[in-house]
């Protein structure tokens, strides 16, 4: 048990920080959670048992006041978004709002930072055509912002790792599991629960939000601190398949209409200029459309060598989630 050791949690309230704030609880230690609503409705099943630090990690001054007395950081906060209008916020959250945490981390002794980063920061792949930890960065036009800017935070965390700051980063694939079913990866799933005809040509690597959870912690506990990344990935597979998948567990019709990539990004074009003139974050824009379409596969070997860790089925993450969202759960 880990009674004396005060956890962080920074986007506590988001998709993957209340799954963290669920592993670390059920590990037995302190949970702070850092969240920008304190009456946030994802925090209730917490009630009484996380401390809640109200505030952002754009605010300096509130996360110093949350890093104090904090023995691990696990950094979970970011904003997603594949809007260009976006992409200043992008740059504000996911650069230096990482940079913020790291400065507080080192004003403060943290003794560990676990840095959630994304599969968009690697690449491009190796001859092989797979992605991984020693796939290095390169600016490209198939990167999206969102993954410029999280190579950015890697890149602040590294330069904590310099000035003594013991930290680790992930890169998780596509998560999937419960959550709020409007946004990130669980709204694709009440696309389908609603009748998704149509499915992108492209596929990606998928990974359970348990699965995540739980190497954030395994992460945490582990004597690694020199800024070493690991992918966390569990299958690769097409987009029309884990679609399928999907609507088998929700006893839906799967799509069958597949949409080419140029037809895809002409509507996300005009979506987006929807969005301009109303307001509204657009369901699809040029950027995802062109990166549905491309099929991209990823490893998690080191992972799964270096913890001895067999990573979920994602035909049992996809059969939970879809029991979750049809009894209106979201954990």
């Not at 099943?45 to 007395?69: H, M, N, Q, S, Y």
């Not at 980063?117 to 992605?131: Q, R």
């Not at 567990?249 to 990004?265: R, S």
Request: aromatic content about 10%.
């Amino acid at each position: 048990m880990h009674e004396s050791k005060r956890i962080l949690v920074t986007g506590a309230s988001g998709f993957l920080g209340r799954h963290v704030v669920s592993e670390m609880l059920a590990s037995g230690y302190l949970v702070r959670a850092l969240v920008r609503r304190k009456d946030h409705p994802a925090l209730a099943p917490f009630a009484g048992r996380v401390e809640i630090a109200e505030g952002d990690i754009l605010d300096t001054d509130a996360l110093a006041e949350a890093c104090k007395d904090v023995w691990g950081i696990i950094h979970a906060a970011a904003t997603v978004s594949f809007y260009k209008p976006r992409r200043a916020l992008l740059k504000r959250v996911n650069h230096e709002g990482t940079a913020h945490v790291v400065n507080c981390a080192l004003d403060t002794g943290v003794q560990k930072l676990v840095y959630v980063s994304s599969i968009g920061a690697l690449g491009p792949p190796d001859k092989n055509g797979l992605l991984h930890e020693g796939c290095k960065w390169v600016r490209e036009d198939a990167v999206s912002w969102y993954g410029y800017t999280k190579h950015l935070g890697e890149l602040e965390v590294h330069r904590g790792v310099a000035e003594g700051l013991p930290a680790v980063i992930c890169n998780p694939s596509m998560i999937i599991g419960p959550g709020d079913w409007h946004t990130s990866s669980p709204a694709l799933v009440r696309s389908v629960a609603k009748g998704l005809r149509f499915y992108p040509k492209g596929g990606n690597g998928f990974v359970g939000v348990w699965d995540v959870a739980r190497a954030c912690r395994l992460l945490l506990e582990s004597d690694l601190q020199d800024g070493e990344r690991f992918v966390l990935n569990s299958e690769n597979l097409s987009f029309r398949d884990f679609f399928s998948r999907t609507a088998v567990a929700l006893d839906k019709k799967p799509p069958f209409i597949p949409v080419p990539t140029i037809p895809a990004q002409m509507t996300g074009w005009l979506i987006e200029r929807w969005a301009d003139l109303f307001g509204g974050e657009p369901l699809l824009t040029r950027e995802t459309a062109a990166s549905s379409g491309r099929t991209r596969r990823f490893s998690a070997d080191r992972f799964r060598q270096q913890f001895t860790f067999a990573f979920e089925p994602m035909e049992e993450v996809i059969c939970k989630t879809a029991n979750a969202y049809t009894h209106g759960t979201a954990r």
